[in-house]
């Protein structure tokens, strides 16, 4: 996949440092063969040795060198560089949600956001930066995704989810006051109260091919395997 200069970008395909399994690369095929309107493509620090080996030439490649691999000759013609200072008062990754609002990209698909070390503190970090950008002015329709799981941030909003029978879903709730409604669960909701450290939306499960989540205040939806 080569970089195409071009303007009115739609969605962005956003890829993280973090650990990608297998799966996760069959998923990142599927979905850029999927998407009809092509993405801009942006690799993140070390992202870029994951978009390096799978061959998908990125648009942007931001870092702050802390991790960047060995970039084969040629494989950066005609992609936009952002160097940025090890020492920053941004993370990398809302380095890359800035650009993209900058370029009034309306939908993101983010991938390799999760690893195998202890940095729970990025993890966590990273899907609250979510929930920040899926809000307000210029708020961008975020998703996590890997091959056993995605995570969307929303807020005051509905998702339509088109997923197939027996499916785990949970609803974090990330503001003090939320309200749900569910259908297509095994347990449905309607206007169902509840608050951040709540937990009663854990581990309800996807009984039909078509639910919807309708959630007045911020949340996490997850849904996986």
């Not at 952002?82 to 983010?110: G, N, W």
């Not at 995704?145 to 088109?162: D, E, K, M, S």
Request: aromatic fraction near 8%; proline fraction near 4%.
């Amino acid at each position: 996949m080569s970089p195409r200069r071009s303007a009115g970008f739609e969605r962005a395909f956003i890829f993280l440092n973090g650990h990608y399994s297998a799966g996760d690369r069959l998923l990142a095929r599927k979905k850029l063969r999927e998407t009809k309107k092509r993405p801009l493509v942006i690799a993140v620090d070390g992202g870029l040795a994951f978009v390096q080996k799978e061959k998908i030439r990125p648009d942007i490649w931001l870092s702050d060198l802390d991790s960047a691999p060995p970039i084969r000759k040629g494989f950066l013609k005609d992609t936009q560089i952002y160097i940025f200072p090890s020492e920053k008062d941004y993370t990398d990754m809302e380095l890359a949600l800035v650009i993209c609002r900058h370029r009034q990209i309306k939908a993101a698909t983010v991938f390799g956001w999760y690893d195998r070390t202890d940095e729970t503190d990025h993890l966590l970090g990273n899907l609250l930066l979510g929930s920040k950008f899926a809000a307000g002015r210029g708020k961008i329709d975020l998703e996590f995704v890997a091959a056993r799981q995605r995570i969307i941030p929303l807020r005051n909003g509905r998702l339509t989810i088109n997923e197939s029978r027996a499916r785990r879903l949970s609803v974090v709730p990330l503001s003090p006051r939320v309200i749900v409604t569910l259908s297509g669960t095994k347990y449905p909701a309607s206007g169902l109260k509840i608050g951040a450290g709540d937990t009663i939306t854990l581990r309800n499960e996807i009984v039909k091919n078509k639910s919807v989540v309708n959630v007045i205040g911020s949340v996490l939806v997850i849904i996986g395997q």
